[in-house]
């Protein structure tokens, strides 16, 4: 098949995203299909252009096989709305351009959040008289009003009409979660029009961290026990908890170090909390690349995610998670609803209430004091994700959806 892929996100950002496109179409590319990506300059989530990249009204390049297609967009660091928000619409008739200046394809696939994103795919799809495809990696507007982004009720009925009639649309929506097609045809989309793709984990890749370097690096000893959150510090993600968890741990505990990885739009608040709070048992590493967050996962002995404690949160399964889990860490998880089964169902950590600075603390304190524990939940995590959400076997079912949603059952 001929596949374009709309994609506000893509290497080298190192953002779920990025990451789930780029993954998938690799394997799409080396299954023979002949795959082009639409995104934009990398910028994410500063808001300024990665090194080696100008933000030019075109650009090509080829990668692992995928024919990338950047485009100029407005850019912004993620924070604030008005900006963002222009950041996510100047994308729309870039892309729909780009993609009519492409040729003609089989399928177009559009994923979202950003929500304008999916708006793109459905213009192109109707501008080329070509069947698209919506991929939901999380409900929208509904994150958006989850994490106050986004207040006035007017805006938000319009924004849930619109996606609506996107999801309608659309040849087929491919949601990540199985609370997602909950959401949806409890809101009148038929379940036929549904397919389940989750996230998944590169396995090879999750093997080849190298430890010894980040533990140098950082000055770790032998004995000291590493928790990391790798990942965007974003609005959803509430780790305020972080530094409440390691100023209990500070004087009892020694021996137990905090790592943060990654940047976000509330990175500089909760670094300001660390330092309020005279922490020296918490670092902060910024942005790194994809390729650095293996061995910092490596390195790592317990591995923390979390999330805002809203009933919208629920529905989601964080990809950090299972990039854990894939690695073999055992995980110390505050998040309710599907991720919180998926892990209690895998045996791979310990699940506590969100935003709960306390029983964040004692579910790390009872695996930095048991190096068994850790080693029989990491190891039963790995198995789990192997089984259950390997990338490159979602990636082929993925394809043959998108060849049967096309070209109907049976299709070759």
């Given at each position: 098949m001929r596949i374009l892929f709309l994609s506000h996100y893509f290497p080298p950002e190192v953002n779920a995203p990025a990451i789930r496109t780029f993954e998938h179409c690799r394997e799409w590319v080396r299954a023979g299909h002949d795959v082009h990506v639409v995104t934009c300059v990398p910028s994410h989530p500063r808001g300024v252009p990665f090194a080696g990249y100008r933000r030019r009204w075109y650009d090509r390049s080829l990668l692992d096989g995928i024919h990338v297609h950047r485009v100029w967009t407005y850019l912004a660091a993620n924070t604030g709305v008005f900006k963002r928000t222009l950041n996510y619409l100047s994308f729309v008739p870039t892309s729909v351009w780009r993609s009519l200046r492409l040729g003609k394809f089989?399928?177009?696939?559009?994923?979202?959040?950003?929500?304008?994103?999916?708006?793109?795919?459905?213009?192109?799809?109707?501008?080329?008289?070509?069947?698209?495809?919506?991929?939901?990696?999380?409900?929208?507007?509904?994150?958006?009003a989850a994490v106050g982004a986004v207040r006035n009720s007017w805006i938000l009925r319009l924004t849930e009409q619109l996606e609506l009639s996107l999801y309608r649309n659309a040849l087929a929506v491919v949601c990540v979660t199985r609370a997602f097609i909950d959401n949806l045809t409890g809101r009148g989309i038929p379940g036929s029009k549904i397919e389940y793709v989750p996230n998944g984990i590169d396995v090879e890749f999750w093997k080849a961290g190298d430890a010894r370097v980040v533990r140098c690096l950082h000055g770790l000893k032998h004995d000291d026990v590493l928790v990391s959150y790798i990942g965007t510090v974003g609005m959803a993600h509430g780790l305020e908890v972080l530094p409440a968890a390691a100023a209990s741990l500070q004087r009892s505990h020694p021996h137990v170090r905090f790592l943060v990885v990654g940047d976000g739009a509330e990175l500089s608040s909760v670094r300001a909390h660390a330092e309020a709070m005279r922490l020296t048992n918490v670092e902060f590493t910024g942005l790194v690349p994809h390729k650095t967050v293996r061995d910092y996962m490596a390195a790592t002995d317990i591995s923390l995610v979390v999330l805002r404690g809203s009933e919208l949160f629920k529905t989601v399964l964080p990809s950090k998670m299972l990039e854990a889990m894939g690695a073999g860490k055992p995980i110390v998880l505050g998040v309710q609803g599907e991720a919180r089964r998926i892990l209690e169902l895998s045996g791979g950590g310990i699940a506590v209430a969100p935003e709960d600075g306390a029983a964040l603390a004692s579910a790390i304190i009872e695996l930095a004091e048991n190096r068994a524990l850790r080693r029989k939940m990491g190891n039963a995590g790995r198995s789990f994700a192997i089984r259950e959400f390997n990338r490159s076997e979602w990636a082929r079912r993925y394809a043959d959806i998108l060849k049967e949603r096309v070209h109907g059952p049976g299709a070759d």
């Amino acid at each position: 098949m001929r596949i374009l892929f709309l994609s506000h996100y893509f290497p080298p950002e190192v953002n779920a995203p990025a990451i789930r496109t780029f993954e998938h179409c690799r394997e799409w590319v080396r299954a023979g299909h002949d795959v082009h990506v639409v995104t934009c300059v990398p910028s994410h989530p500063r808001g300024v252009p990665f090194a080696g990249y100008r933000r030019r009204w075109y650009d090509r390049s080829l990668l692992d096989g995928i024919h990338v297609h950047r485009v100029w967009t407005y850019l912004a660091a993620n924070t604030g709305v008005f900006k963002r928000t222009l950041n996510y619409l100047s994308f729309v008739p870039t892309s729909v351009w780009r993609s009519l200046r492409l040729g003609k394809f089989d399928v177009i696939v559009a994923t979202s959040p950003q929500f304008f994103n999916a708006v793109a795919g459905r213009l192109a799809g109707a501008l080329t008289r070509t069947p698209w495809v919506f991929e939901l990696r999380d409900l929208w507007p509904e994150s958006a009003a989850a994490v106050g982004a986004v207040r006035n009720s007017w805006i938000l009925r319009l924004t849930e009409q619109l996606e609506l009639s996107l999801y309608r649309n659309a040849l087929a929506v491919v949601c990540v979660t199985r609370a997602f097609i909950d959401n949806l045809t409890g809101r009148g989309i038929p379940g036929s029009k549904i397919e389940y793709v989750p996230n998944g984990i590169d396995v090879e890749f999750w093997k080849a961290g190298d430890a010894r370097v980040v533990r140098c690096l950082h000055g770790l000893k032998h004995d000291d026990v590493l928790v990391s959150y790798i990942g965007t510090v974003g609005m959803a993600h509430g780790l305020e908890v972080l530094p409440a968890a390691a100023a209990s741990l500070q004087r009892s505990h020694p021996h137990v170090r905090f790592l943060v990885v990654g940047d976000g739009a509330e990175l500089s608040s909760v670094r300001a909390h660390a330092e309020a709070m005279r922490l020296t048992n918490v670092e902060f590493t910024g942005l790194v690349p994809h390729k650095t967050v293996r061995d910092y996962m490596a390195a790592t002995d317990i591995s923390l995610v979390v999330l805002r404690g809203s009933e919208l949160f629920k529905t989601v399964l964080p990809s950090k998670m299972l990039e854990a889990m894939g690695a073999g860490k055992p995980i110390v998880l505050g998040v309710q609803g599907e991720a919180r089964r998926i892990l209690e169902l895998s045996g791979g950590g310990i699940a506590v209430a969100p935003e709960d600075g306390a029983a964040l603390a004692s579910a790390i304190i009872e695996l930095a004091e048991n190096r068994a524990l850790r080693r029989k939940m990491g190891n039963a995590g790995r198995s789990f994700a192997i089984r259950e959400f390997n990338r490159s076997e979602w990636a082929r079912r993925y394809a043959d959806i998108l060849k049967e949603r096309v070209h109907g059952p049976g299709a070759d």
